[in-house]
């Protein structure tokens, strides 16, 4: 159970509130995830997070697919349930395959990854358990990707870094829908 509440449209007291929860409903999937609506407790910084997460996925060169395999590698290094479970249909949609979603954790034991693939899985799970990360871990991401592509991987594995803190440390529940 979550620590803080989860609101609801019902919640928002002005009608820049209403605002927010009109964003959340026109960005984000119907029912709004729990994420979401436990942030709503925070108005102005859900905005901002909106608006960060947005930039992440609209705005960036780096690919769909290697962008969700950075995300799910920091789910399985975290151990977030909620954070796998939401974006492995982000995956899907960005043609990673259900045998690749079943084998993200333990993907270079694999053989269903290409080299890129690889260094982007492994650049993330070593960011996300030790923080630094090795030269030859980083020079085998940057050999498949230019300057721009290794800050946004950086920026988008540093931000599901911070996300799944935040599911922690305020327990966001998974959604019933995203149970198996």
Not at 135 to 163: C, F, K, P, R
Not at 164 to 171: D, E, I, K, T
């Amino acid at each position: 159970m979550s620590r803080v509440p989860s609101l609801s449209r019902d919640h928002a007291a002005s009608a820049d509130h209403q605002s927010l929860w009109d964003r959340l409903e026109a960005e984000r999937k119907v029912p709004t995830a729990n994420i979401f609506r436990t942030l709503a407790n925070a108005p102005v910084l859900l905005d901002a997070f909106l608006s960060y997460a947005n930039a992440l996925r609209d705005g960036s060169k780096l690919s769909p697919k290697l962008r969700e395999l950075a995300i799910l590698s920091v789910g399985h290094a975290t151990g977030s349930e909620y954070e796998i479970a939401h974006h492995q249909s982000h995956g899907r949609k960005a043609g990673i395959t259900e045998e690749q979603l079943g084998a993200v954790a333990s993907a270079e034991d694999s053989g269903l990854f290409n080299e890129a693939e690889l260094a982007v899985i492994a650049l993330a799970r070593e960011s996300t358990t030790h923080v630094h990360v090795s030269s030859a871990t980083w020079d085998a991401a940057a050999a498949h990707l230019d300057d721009q592509q290794m800050v946004e991987l950086t920026l988008t594995i540093a931000w599901y870094n911070s996300g799944v803190r935040v599911m922690g440390l305020l327990h966001i529940d998974l959604e019933d829908s995203y149970r198996k």
